[in-house]
């Protein structure tokens, strides 16, 4: 039997029927359509990317309470400065992300900040899975599989942005808590249930990679990962005056450092 792209004009047909197939989630509250920069809904298994200018926010929903929202930054024609999940929870004493929250690189800058967060089921310890990992679990892991694991897929994200396998680093994990027991065990906490939503402001101009994915700690013998909504709009960075700017003598200076670096540059 001839498949459905098993001729030329099939094939045709069935890649310009993909621009009607794609879900695209409504802009959020107090936002205008018509000033999205992004607006995507990932399935599970899949991933997607994007470049944002500085003081974009980006939001992250759950709309079915199975998201798992891997996710990596970059600053946007500068990757060696990156996403560095040691000391966003070290310097900051808390490992547990929620509004307020910086995201930062090992330079001292803010790459991100966590403006609003109504999950508070998040984690920056366990990354994303692996290759191996899914094979032994799930019988497959590879990006074309029903089963793929996050590294692969922010290798394909990263690829398309000119970056490799030494650019990835550890991810943060969204939607999907975990917590370290008093015997240094880490335990999986689950979601916070379906409509939750997780907001940044990226703090510099930023090249965001996503994989959405379950857990690696997610105690389920099938693969199941819900969709993830993903919008970005333009907006302001952070600056004086802001709540977040003094809210801690960390945050202080991370500010100050991301402030006077991008104004150096005329970002």
């Known amino acids: ?4 792209t098993g001729t030329t004009y099939a094939a045709r047909d069935h890649a310009r029927a993909q621009a009607t197939a794609v879900d695209r989630p409504g802009a959020p509250p107090g936002v205008a359509a018509e000033e999205l920069v992004w607006a995507e809904t990932v399935p599970g298994g899949n991933y997607s990317h994007k470049v944002l200018a500085r003081g974009s926010s980006l939001r992250f929903a759950d709309p079915t309470g199975d998201a798992c929202a891997h996710l990596l930054l970059y600053v946007a024609d500068r990757p060696w400065e990156r996403l560095n999940t040691a000391d966003t929870t070290k310097v900051q004493w808390n490992a547990y992300l929620g509004a307020g929250s910086l995201l930062l690189s090992d330079q001292g800058r803010v790459l991100a900040t966590v403006t609003e967060d109504s999950s508070g089921r998040h984690d920056a310890l366990c990354g994303t899975s692996a290759l191996a990992r899914n ?4 019988g497959d892991g590879t990006p074309q599989s029903a089963s793929p694991a996050g590294r692969e897929l922010l290798l394909l994200a990263a690829a398309k942005n000119g970056l490799g396998p030494r650019d990835l680093g550890p991810s943060l994990s969204l939607f999907q808590g975990v917590r370290v027991g008093p015997d240094g065990a880490l335990e999986h906490l689950g ?14 101009p930023l090249t965001v990679l996503v994989a959405n994915v379950p857990h690696p700690l997610d105690p389920r013998a099938e693969y199941r990962c819900g969709p993830l909504e993903v919008t970005a709009w333009p907006g302001t960075a952070t600056g004086p005056g802001d709540p977040w700017w003094d809210a801690t003598p960390e945050a202080h200076r991370a500010y100050l450092n991301t402030a006077e670096f991008c104004a150096a540059r005329g970002i």
């Open 135 to 138: 094979t032994a679990r799930y």
């Open 191 to 204: 979601p916070a249930g379906p409509g939750t939503a997780l907001t940044l402001r990226a703090e510099q």
């Open 1 to 4: 039997m001839r498949s459905a």
